[in-house]
Nanobody, 122 residues
Framework: VQLQASGGGLVQPGGSLRLSCAVS????????MGWFRQFPGEEREFVAA????????RYADSVKGRFTISRGNGKNTVYLQVNSLKSDDTAVYYC????????????????WGQGTQVTVSS
């Protein structure tokens, strides 16, 4: 399974971005998908997850109400809409795929993308 993340960049506080992750090499509908982020010197932390069907989502408390995960099963792509960005959101964002229907546990993700940098600064 290959994952290709994109959409990161430099944005001002309060701004928005849409991160995308294209998946290939496996039936997309059979994969639970998630987004994680990593701050310098720290472990990757859970941000959001979405089930195989797209009907169930989970979010870290720190992003609830600001971030939205979605998936386009016809396009084999998962998205993370990030709004109301803060400087604390500056990190490398990774998409990941799991054989579990939906999970927030990093160790249950089997496949990882290369990461995309999000920098929030004025």
């Amino acid at each position: 399974v290959q994952l290709q993340a994109s959409g990161g960049g430099l944005v001002q506080p309060g701004g928005s971005l849409r991160l995308s992750c294209a998946v290939s090499g496996r039936t997309f509908r059979q994969l639970g998908m998630g987004w994680f982020r990593q701050f310098p010197g720290e472990e990757r932390e859970f941000v959001a997850a979405i089930s195989w069907s797209g009907l169930t989502t989970r979010y870290a408390d720190s992003v609830k109400g600001r971030f939205t995960i979605s998936r386009g099963n016809g396009k084999n792509t998962v998205y993370l809409q990030v709004n109301s960005l803060k400087s604390d959101d500056t990190a490398v964002y990774y998409c990941a795929a799991s054989n579990v229907v939906i999970t927030s546990a990093r160790l249950e993700y089997n496949y990882w993308g290369q990461g995309t940098q999000v920098t929030v600064s004025s």
